[in-house]
């Protein structure tokens, strides 16, 4: 096997390489009858003394022997590390440097001596499956460590048998049958089938049980033992030519040390020669394709032909991560050689990065989220736009409230109409309740401003993290740019609200729209009302049986109202269409309901105390109003909310304008210069470029990484080409 050693070294720098698991090698897994020579067979492939061999049965439990390769360093390394090993002989000392076995089962525990290796493999043996010939089907594990083997597994297994001695059970041919199985299912083994010579080939239990998981014979290598005990004028010519049973992978003839041997301590080196010495003698014309030699060169050509299919997918992943490493390579850049050029194009790359983002032509679209332009949008026309049709008209604003302003405006004298500035007053207040989101808009896309920053040097400007500096001074300029624009879009944004505050026009085409429809509306009422009066009962049915607290009944104006309002304006005689003012006539089906009442005075706020009636409770909300008021109250509300929705659609509408000039667009228009401006400078352009020095490190063992694949690439290429002979 040590000339796979090579291989699978330079395999191994390969695998360092890329991280990749080792390639398995294949198992290979002995099977055959009891006594046919198994254990014999791989002890003379590892070429050492370790396995107990006998006549009768002697493997009782598998073996799985892990020859693990050292190399000279992890040698020296692994002696070092286990100071304290355990010396077990005297005369192994030499060994200590060499090769060394270790099992599962008794840990740490360090046999330098493969004699004693030998005697641990007995006494677990028997600690098992008894002394009286049972078998187990757990395995013992067994590692050898050594510089002349190769990764690679083997398995020995308990030898095929009829009839049960000893302690073994009635059903002993089923369950080593069921236990050799097991190992040879798996495709990833090599069986070698032994058959010893002195037997009939045609009914070896080795090749049937070989077919059963590998009938097309693609693992299976005949082993034929025994060749020295064959009876006088016999020889294997045919077997080993494949004439009794042709096997596909070959059949190959080896002469084992005989019981005599083992007992007298034969080295494998001179069975080895006198093997080939008898093949020689019987069989010169297949000296060269027989004998333990060939035997374990043919594994090695299958082992090798097994490693060679594995390249190709080696050789892709390879090539995979070499692009993978280039393109990295790429993105770190090279050194800067023109200081002055690379921060003038690594600035403009970033503004032009930063207004694509919010133009939504940036080259790397975010897809887990919105952001950017789209994100302005969403502020605008979602978040900004939704709080804004969320907000009532008459929100904050009780009946109370609305009556208390009325009374108030209307002054010491009872009014004939219900007096515009109250309408006023509480129009304003409702009003300037859009202020609060309006700015909240602002914050909101200033928020998403700076949000863009980190996306442009996170995903776009991916060379700017070479550059940690310079990506914190841009950062701060882009930074102090929208803080300084921010008070200004809100003082615009301000000033939109006071511009509507500033001046409630009436005669809005929309507001008067709204209230000539409305005046129809409530003219339409009124008649119905008036047909209605002999069976009319007051509005609000909570206030029938109650005193009604109400202003005195106020005569019907129609007529002097039209003529007498405080207004300059001039209007046509009012129909109950087109106008307004036409709504703050007092109604006079109200007074009509009211003259039943009980007459009882307003309450006024505790200040006004004079007018207080003192038998009435002073709380404001639970006070019953007079249907007169309630119509009141019911106009005003009206108007508040038309003229309300007016003012709205303004806002809505202006906000995201005056944002988008004086916040986005201007910074997207100054971006660029401010930051040629603040960083543009000769004084700065070294600290500002000065490479970070994570990103050197990285550049270097991308570098390294990419050399390093090469070179694997390399080894691959020749290891396709290498002939083992
Ligand atoms: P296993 O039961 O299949 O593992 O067989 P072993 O390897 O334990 O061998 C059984 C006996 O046959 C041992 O005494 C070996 O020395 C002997 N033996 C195995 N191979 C040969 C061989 O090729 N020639 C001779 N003469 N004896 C052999
Ligand atoms: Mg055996």
Redesign the pocket.
């Known amino acids: 096997m040590e000339a796979l050693i090579p291989v699978i070294n330079k395999l191994q720098d390969v695998f360092n390489t890329v991280g990749a698991d080792i390639i398995q090698l294949p198992q290979i897994v ?1 099977v ?12 003379s492939l590892v070429g050492r003394d370790i ?9 009782r439990r598998p073996l799985i022997l892990q020859l693990v390769h050292i190399d000279q360093e992890d040698r020296r390394k692994t002696s070092e590390e286990n100071g304290n090993i355990t010396l077990t002989s005297a005369s192994s000392i030499s060994l200590v440097m060499f090769e060394w076995g270790k099992f599962l089962h008794t840990k740490n525990k360090i046999y330098t001596d493969f004699e004693e290796i030998r005697h641990e493999i007995e006494a677990e043996t028997e600690r098992i499956s008894g002394n009286n010939k049972g078998i187990s089907d757990e395995p013992i594990h067994l590692k050898i460590f050594s510089p002349h083997v190769v990764n690679l597994t083997l398995v ?1 297994l ?2 095929i048998t009829k009839v049960p001695v000893g302690d073994q059970p009635k059903d002993i041919e089923i369950q080593i049958r069921e236990l050799i199985v097991k190992y040879i299912s798996n495709p990833n083994s090599i069986i070698l089938a ?1 058959t ?2 002195n037997t009939d080939m045609a009914t070896s239990e080795a090749l049937k049980v070989a077919r059963e998981v590998d009938p097309d014979g693609r693992r299976t290598l005949a082993v034929v ?5 064959m009876d006088a004028g016999t020889d294997a010519m045919d077997i080993l030519m494949g004439r009794v049973i042709p096997v596909k992978l070959g059949i190959i003839g ?9 007992n007298q301590k034969k080295s494998v080196a001179d069975a080895i020669r006198d ?1 080939y010495a008898f093949l020689q003698k019987k069989y010169p014309s297949l000296a060269n394709r027989n004998g333990t030699k060939y035997l374990a060169r043919t594994l090695n050509r299958l082992l090798m032909h097994h490693i060679r299919d594995c390249l190709p997918e080696l050789k892709t992943r390879i090539n995979v991560l070499a692009a993978q490493y280039q393109s990295l390579l790429n993105s770190y850049g090279e050194p800067v050689d023109d200081k002055s050029a690379t921060l003038l194009q690594l600035i403009t790359k970033f503004a032009a990065e930063y207004c694509n983002t919010i133009e939504g032509t940036a080259k790397y679209i975010e897809t887990a989220e919105l952001c950017g332009g789209a994100r302005i949008c969403y502020i605008f026309h979602e978040t900004f736009g939704r709080t804004l049709e969320s907000v009532d008209p008459l929100g904050g604003l009780t009946t109370i409230d609305v009556l208390t302003a009325i009374r108030n405006a209307t002054g010491p004298r009872p009014a004939l109409f219900v007096p515009e500035v109250s309408f006023e007053l509480l129009v304003k207040r409702q009003v300037k309740r859009l202020e609060e989101p309006s700015l909240r808009c602002v914050e909101l896309v200033h928020e998403e401003m700076q949000r863009i920053i980190q996306h442009c040097s996170n995903y776009s400007t991916q060379e700017l993290l070479r550059f940690p500096k310079l990506h914190d001074a841009i950062v701060e300029v882009v930074t102090s740019l929208l803080r300084k624009r921010l008070p200004v879009t809100n003082e615009m944004v301000h000033n939109l609200v006071a511009i509507e505050l500033a001046y409630i026009n009436t005669k809005h085409p929309d507001f008067a729209d709204a209230c000539g429809l409305m005046n129809n509306n409530i003219e339409e009422q009124r008649r119905n009302r008036m047909r209605d009066l002999p069976s009319a009962v007051p509005r609000d049915k909570s206030l029938s049986g109650i005193p009604h607290p109400s202003s005195p009944p106020s005569p019907s104006l129609q007529a002097a109202a039209s003529g007498s309002q405080s207004g300059s304006v001039s209007e046509p005689p009012d129909g109950g269409t087109g106008n307004w003012r036409g709504m703050l006539k007092r109604g006079e089906e109200g007074a009509a309901s009211e003259r039943a009442m009980p007459q009882n005075p307003l309450p006024v706020s505790p200040q006004k105390g004079h007018a207080v009636n003192l038998l009435d409770v002073p709380v404001p909300v639970s006070r019953k109003l007079s249907a007169r008021e309630q119509r009141d109250c019911e106009v005003i509300e009206r108007l508040i909310k038309s003229y309300f929705l007016i003012v709205r659609k303004n806002i809505q509408d202006s906000v995201p304008k005056a944002v988008m000039h004086f916040l986005v667009n201007h910074v997207k228009d100054c971006l660029q210069s401010e930051l040629v401006g603040k960083l543009y400078k000769t004084a700065l352009l070294d600290d500002l470029l000065t490479e970070s020095e994570d990103m050197a490190q990285r550049r270097n063992e991308a570098a390294d990484m990419l050399k390093a694949l090469q070179k694997a690439s390399q080894v691959i290429a020749e290891i396709r080409e290498t002939h083992l002979w």
Not at 32 to 43: D, N, R
Not at 52 to 59: A, D, H, L, Q, S
Not at 225 to 229: F, G, I, R
């Open positions: 002995v055959g009858t009891q006594s046919s020579g198994k254990s014999s067979v791989l002890e396995l107990p061999r006998g006549t009768g049965i002697v493997t020995d308990p030898g032994v010893a010579a033992t025994k060749l020295d005990l080896v002469v084992n040390r005989s019981q005599l041997d083992i093997e």
